[in-house]
């Protein structure tokens, strides 16, 4: 902007003003909106939010997958790197123009839902027939977004689909502030309550809130799918061949209870040796 563009004031109020003042008021006029800045401070909370996050609990916790769990961080590693990348990813495009969806947002998404059912297969924190639901309708339902996103372009589905990560930092955050406050009487509660409640504030802090109305039925769609396979497994329910291929593959995925999953592993003793817990999200 040069100073030819401003205006020379018209009113009688205005001409009133000391000539700095009114210069300001011209200036401030013709600036951009602030609104341009947005993306840069979301990119820097998001930046510290994590920072801290990982710094202060990742780092430590990371190495409690040990011993005959190689393959469980390798399966984290891919599980953090995904994330990682869409969130960096969409973040920095932003500063821009509402960025849209490639490729590579596509597959890392897929990489992450992968892996976090891989991950929340032996999941024993929590209350496991509550916790893995809630894990798992999270990483079901934030494919579709993503998919419509890459198929139609769409920014606001491709953010909607990156933002459903924060779930990670809200759950932390919660466990974190409950466990302060003392607002259950264990951690097997706190840690339920941060998963849950931490997915549903990352749905309505997304561009379609009423998404987390979708979420909150699809874990009680999932509750009763695992308790499902558990019965047709344990041979409770009547059962039919086309029954029992579908139990398999469910079961295969880890929709089942938690004591279903462990009769089904090989080895019961690596399974004690897993904690893949604490970073799914």
């Not at 840690?191 to 909150?216: D, E, K, R, T, W």
């Not at 291929?245 to 897993?274: C, D, P, W, Y």
Request: some cysteine; overall charge positive; proline content about 5%.
């Amino acid at each position: 902007m040069s100073f030819a563009s401003l205006r020379i004031p018209s009113s009688s109020a205005e001409a009133d003003l000391p000539l700095l003042s009114r210069l300001a008021v011209n200036v401030l006029a013709q600036r951009p909106p602030l609104t341009r800045w947005s993306p840069f401070w979301h990119l820097l909370m998001a930046f510290l939010a994590y920072a801290v996050i990982m710094s202060y609990h990742t780092r430590r916790a990371i190495w409690s997958y040990r011993g005959g769990a190689s393959r469980s961080r390798l399966i984290l590693a891919a599980h953090v790197l995904a994330g990682v990348y869409e969130i960096s990813h969409w973040y920095i495009g932003s500063l821009s123009a509402p960025p849209k969806p490639t490729a590579s947002d596509l597959f890392a998404c897929l990489v992450h839902s992968a892996t976090n059912l891989m991950l929340t297969k032996s999941l024993r924190r929590g209350q496991p027939k509550f916790t893995r639901p809630s894990y798992q309708a999270g990483a079901i339902l934030r494919i579709a977004p993503a998919l419509l996103a890459w198929k139609n372009q769409d920014p606001l589905l491709h953010e909607t689909a990156v933002k459903l990560l924060h779930a990670f930092a809200f759950t932390r955050v919660l466990i974190y502030v409950a466990g302060i406050i003392g607002l259950f009487k264990s951690y097997a509660e706190v840690y339920s309550f941060g998963v849950f409640v931490g997915a549903v504030l990352a749905f309505l802090n997304c561009p379609q809130p009423q998404f987390a109305n979708v979420y909150i039925v699809t874990v009680f769609l999932v509750v009763l799918v695992n308790q499902w396979t558990t019965d047709v497994t344990e041979g409770k329910l009547a059962q039919s061949p086309t029954s029992r291929m579908i139990a398999k593959f469910l079961l295969s995925l880890g929709f089942a209870n938690l004591e279903t999953v462990q009769m089904a592993r090989h080895s019961t003793e690596e399974l004690l040796q897993e904690k893949q817990d604490d970073y799914v999200s």
